[in-house]
């Protein structure tokens, strides 16, 4: 055992390896591409309805605490 074998547990390059490439066709690249595309449309959608959901649900709370409280409203009118 030498004496740069016990740092080379510390060095970041010891392990480094080369990223793998792949080949594939331009139509693989382009089903793919579609396909991920697709993907993210779906997940944008569906944090859009959740957010939406949550957006209304804020909504109800603030008329329920409104209700709740009349004086938040006639402060609400007295400010505009």
Do not use: C, G
């Not at 792949?22 to 569906?46: F, G, N």
């Not at 957006?55 to 605490?65: F, G, I, S």
């Not at 709740?68 to 409203?73: G, I, R």
Request: zero cysteines.
């Amino acid at each position: 055992m030498s004496y740069f074998d016990i740092f080379d547990a510390f060095d970041p390059f010891a392990s480094y390896k080369r990223p793998s490439v792949y080949v594939i066709s331009d139509s693989d690249m382009k089903a793919w591409k579609h396909k991920q595309a697709e993907a993210e449309v779906l997940e944008l959608k569906r944090l859009v309805d959740y957010h939406k959901t949550q957006a209304e649900r804020l909504e109800t709370q603030v008329l329920k605490l409104e209700a709740d409280n009349p004086a938040l409203t006639a402060d609400k009118a007295t400010d505009t």
